[in-house]
């Protein structure tokens, strides 16, 4: 059988495919630790040996056998030339979150199937999200570092009278992957949530539990504003110079994203003034320049890029994709596939 995982239906189940990694060296050992090894060779045949990072370069003979392409970080780009080293590949599997980084139109255009992890990677996104929202209305961290400085309890009247969780007013720019685990998180606290989505209409809002907003009106009334919207040319500075000023005093912005939907410049000028807080997982650019008052500031939280998957947290991707490569060796369709059109409005 030879038919499409991408149509739901069956594919060769005559003998187990086989699995090439194209991924960053050495990092197919962190991923394929713990007994994953075993799992996917229980499945497909795979060879640790034939990890490749270059497909220009790679030994044809290995190449030509590739059925599967099971890729992380650092995956080589799928490109029309490329793809004619790989005749036999029919899937791409991967074990992290956005493929746009390697899936070409090229791979669309040849019908090979593709799946992702991004779904897995959404939760500790999501719970690193919830975690900044609930510190940031409580001003855990403005607390901890008064009694830091006094070394003795500090006066906790401002406190008091000015923060907390109870009937804050969260907005959520994004119902992406992120944004409704997101959502599903916030569901059992006592906060009124606010969502920003054009490809959300009022009844899916209304199943969501959320208020659906314009994007100028979710800055101006919210306590806490968290982005997870995609790096898209009409995402890029989404949140300007013009839009941040609408952020209510001591208001909290939260970017777990990408750093282009901020003007990070424009940010940082409010920030220094300590009218806003702001929780930043990411940057324009990536990482701020040396002298960047974003490293010291007191009221803000910059953190490298680490909300999404980390240490152990891998290995609940990797377990994802060898689920869908025993899924097509099985012949059945993928769990989470990622079809073309959905790439025009993801991360």
């Known amino acids: 059988m030879t038919l499409s995982v991408q149509e739901g239906t069956l594919l060769n189940t005559s003998r187990p495919p086989t699995v090439l990694l194209a991924m960053d060296s050495p990092l197919h ?136 969780n109870y009937h804050r007013t969260v907005g959520i720019v994004g119902a992406s992957r992120i944004g409704r685990r997101l959502l599903d998180l916030l569901r059992p606290h006592d906060l009124d949530v606010l969502l920003h989505d054009p490809y959300v209409d009022d009844r899916q809002a209304r199943d969501l539990g959320v208020e659906p907003v314009g994007l100028d009106e979710l800055a101006r009334r919210s306590d806490v504003v968290s982005i997870h919207a995609p790096q898209l040319p009409e995402t890029h500075h989404m949140f300007d110079a013009r839009r941040i000023a609408l952020l209510r005093d001591g208001a909290t912005l939260i970017n777990t994203a990408r750093g282009s939907l901020v003007d990070t410049d424009a940010l940082t000028a409010h920030l220094v003034t300590g009218r806003l807080h702001a929780v930043l997982d990411v940057t324009e650019p990536d990482v701020p320049p040396a002298d960047s008052p974003l490293y010291t500031l007191p009221n803000v939280l910059l953190t490298p890029h680490i909300a999404g998957s980390l240490g152990n947290e891998l290995h609940r991707m990797t377990d994802w994709a060898i689920d869908e490569v025993s899924r097509y060796a099985q012949g059945l369709p993928f769990a989470h596939p990622v079809g073309s059109e959905e790439l025009s409005r993801s991360a």
């Open 29 to 164: 050992q962190r991923l394929l630790a713990e007994g994953s090894l075993d799992r996917l060779r229980s499945v497909a045949r795979v060879d640790l040996a034939r990890v490749v990072t270059d497909l220009a370069t790679a030994d044809a003979g290995r190449l030509a056998e590739a059925e599967v392409l099971f890729t992380h970080w650092g995956a080589p780009e799928l490109t029309e030339e490329t793809l004619r080293r790989l005749p036999g590949l029919r899937a791409v599997v991967h074990a992290a979150g956005s493929v746009k980084h390697h899936v070409t139109d090229a791979v669309w255009r040849r019908g090979i199937a593709v799946s992702s992890a991004a779904a897995a990677n959404a939760l500790p996104v999501a719970e690193f999200t919830l975690a900044a929202i609930l510190f940031a209305n409580k001003r855990v961290l403005d607390v901890a570092r008064d009694y830091a400085a006094v070394r003795t309890r500090p006066d906790l009247l401002p406190y008091f009278s000015g923060h907390g």
